[in-house]
Nanobody, 117 residues
Framework: VQLVESGGGMVQPGGSLRLSCAAS????????MIWVRQAPGKGPEWVSG????????YYTDSMKGRFTISRDNAKNTLYLQMNSLKPDDTALYYC???????????WGQGTQVTVSS
């Protein structure tokens, strides 16, 4: 299993970023997928999840209305569109495969998102 995130960077408050996660080594369309983030000095925080077909999506309350998770099963790619970014969104963002119950079993290496003026 390999998960490779990209798309992170530095953005001003109120800005947007789109993260991508390229998946390989497993049948992507058979698995729910998750985004998790970890801010400096804090533990991991579950951000969002998407079911196998993309029809069901889930978000932590603080991300609802600002973040949109999606997937392209033909391209084996997971996305996270992040709008109205806040300094508190600064973190390392990880793509992960859902094992069961929206808990991850495999993680990528992460992509850094920094929101600062």
């Amino acid at each position: 299993v390999q998960l490779v995130e990209s798309g992170g960077g530095m953005v001003q408050p109120g800005g947007s970023l789109r993260l991508s996660c390229a998946a390989s080594g497993f049948t992507f369309s058979n698995h729910g997928m998750i985004w998790v983030r970890q801010a400096p000095g804090k533990g991991p925080e579950w951000v969002s999840g998407i079911a196998t077909g993309g029809g069901s999506t889930y978000y932590t309350d603080s991300m609802k209305g600002r973040f949109t998770i999606s997937r392209d099963n033909a391209k084996n790619t997971l996305y996270l569109q992040m709008n109205s970014l806040k300094p508190d969104d600064t973190a390392l963002y990880y793509c992960a495969r859902n094992r069961r119950g929206w808990l991850p079993d495999y993680w990528g290496q992460g992509t850094q998102v920094t929101v600062s003026s």
